[in-house]
């Protein structure tokens, strides 16, 4: 859960309603094919090696082949039910952050840091929006606090002199 959160940028919805079917290879990359997510907007979500890894882990030691990743588990081991509720998202959540000294985190800011860590790596803010599925550029650069650097514009280093 936490690798999807954090490499995939999810929402919670989106990371609940995630199925073996819709994790597919598209242009030898392993995505999330035809995402529904905030508004019924639909997108393709590429999933990291590292995040693939965390899944195969994930479904192998459950036995899930078909249908959620994610459902409860019985104490006895077994798979219960076909889903999960938010609320064990939080849960799973806090439990990572307090293992990690971290007082206050949500899962909506695992969606954040995996805008900011993508940013960071160089990521273009066009494919950060398609990424996260913000239909406004504008969200997306609140996610990553852009403002703009006059000290070292952009336009300084176009290569183009008088």
């Known amino acids: 859960m936490l690798a999807l959160l954090v490499g995939c940028g999810l929402r919670r919805g989106e990371l609940l ?17 035809d ?12 999933i ?5 890894k965390a899944i195969d882990g994930w479904t192998m030691a459950s036995g899930i082949s078909e249908g959620r990743i994610f459902r409860s ?4 081991g077994k798979i219960w039910g076909d889903g ?11 439990r990572a952050a307090q293992a990690a000294g971290i007082e206050k985190l949500a899962p909506h800011d695992l969606r954040r840091t995996c805008a900011r860590l993508c ?6 803010l066009e494919q950060i929006q398609f990424l996260l599925g ?13 403002k703009q650097k006059l000290r070292f514009a952009v336009n300084d280093k176009l290569g183009l002199e008088s």
């Open 84 to 94: 999960m509720t938010p609320k064990v998202i939080w849960e799973v959540v806090k």
């Open 119 to 124: 940013h960071l790596a160089g990521g273009e």
């Open 35 to 46: 995402l529904h997510g905030k508004a019924g907007h639909i997108r393709t979500v590429p």
């Open 73 to 76: 588990i019985n104490k006895a």
């Open 48 to 52: 990291p090696v590292w995040v693939k």
């Open 134 to 146: 913000h239909v406004s550029i504008q969200t997306t650069e609140h996610y990553l606090g852009c």
């Open 17 to 33: 309603a995630l199925t073996m079917r819709s994790v597919q290879l598209r242009e030898e990359h392993w995505v999330i094919a």
